[in-house]
């Protein structure tokens, strides 16, 4: 895999907002798509890790247009999305797509899945990029998150910011599960030794809503285990920017052994029940 020249971040905040204001672009016209499109009952079309990992017709189709679209619009960049990997491009700038989020929420008609886009600088590695633009627009009710590396977050135009720190014990947190057996088990027990110690567990289905729910309080923090850079990268950014620790355990930056997101403190509490846990490991 051959990857492109590493770019520099955006020197001009504008040129941010352009970033910002063609993920927005792109995921809308994706959402319409998945929305217009969507059967009376989606089929699964494949199947990835395990039987229960479906892709539908419309998580192709939505990841092709948004190909298309970025051809026209920025043919020099590179893409990687969560059906077809990585085309390498020139700029330094990566486009992370979820064609998707939800996948099986779509399949069922409950309404809490979305397209997540972002714009990332240096090399298409999550563990050495820069997520510099972000979107996340749920596609049934239509609510649209937006970020700029510095720029802020927003829902729908309008600023928004995490709750204040809660104790744990009255923290409401989100979190979700992998699509293999074995991480489940071992999700099922740190599960069990969590909800105990908080408000109440939510599992909306998306991690990219779970992340942006954080960023306008709707929960209080979230946690996952197994999460891919699509899931990750516009999401993080929108909680960032609203003032969310986004974090993995042990000093490591979130990603796919485990995300921890909320206010500072929460997050910081979360990290330290989740370590003890060993969470970031498949252990039964
Ligand atoms: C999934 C969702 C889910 C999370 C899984 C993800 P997909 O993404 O975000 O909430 O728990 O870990 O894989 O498969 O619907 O794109």
Redesign the pocket.
């Known amino acids: 895999m051959t990857s492109p020249a590493p770019g520099p971040l955006p020197a001009d905040p504008a040129d941010v907002d352009l970033l910002v204001d063609l993920a927005e672009h792109l995921a809308r016209e994706a959402g319409r798509l998945v929305l217009e499109g969507r059967p009376h009952r989606p089929d699964v079309a494949s199947t990835k890790s395990s039987p229960v990992?479906v892709v539908t017709q419309m998580d192709l189709a939505s990841e092709a247009l948004l190909r298309r679209l970025l051809a026209q619009e920025r043919p020099q960049d590179a893409i990687l999305g969560?059906e077809e990997g990585l085309l390498v491009g020139t700029s330094g700038v990566t486009w992370v797509l979820?064609p998707?989020?939800?996948?099986?929420n779509y399949l069922y008609g409950i309404p809490a899945y979305a397209v997540s886009v972002a714009a990332v600088v240096g090399e298409p590695d999550p563990a050495r990029w820069t997520v510099v633009a972000g979107c996340v627009h749920a596609v049934a009710d239509g609510r649209t998150w937006t970020a700029g590396l510095g720029r802020g977050a927003y829902l729908d135009g309008g600023r928004v910011a995490v709750n204040a720190a809660r104790p744990l014990a009255e923290s409401l947190v989100g979190t979700?599960?992998?699509?293999l057996s074995e991480r489940r088990r071992s999700q099922a027990r740190v599960l069990a030794e969590v909800l105990p110690q908080v408000r109440d567990i939510r599992r909306?289905?998306?991690?990219?809503m779970?992340l942006c729910t954080v960023a306008t309080g709707g929960l209080d923090a979230y946690y996952?285990r197994?999460?891919?850079p699509w899931?990750l990268a516009a999401a993080s950014l929108v909680a960032q920017e609203a003032g969310a620790s986004v974090v993995g355990l042990r000093g490591a930056p979130a990603g796919e052994s485990m995300a921890v997101a909320g206010p500072p403190a929460t997050a910081r509490a979360l990290v330290g029940i989740l370590e003890a846990l060993d969470a970031d490991t498949d252990r039964l």
Request: hydrophobic share 30%; net charge negative; aromatic share 8%.
């Open positions: 990992d969560e979820d998707i989020d939800g996948t099986v979700g599960f992998g699509y909306i289905g998306s991690a990219a779970d996952e197994g999460l891919q899931d």
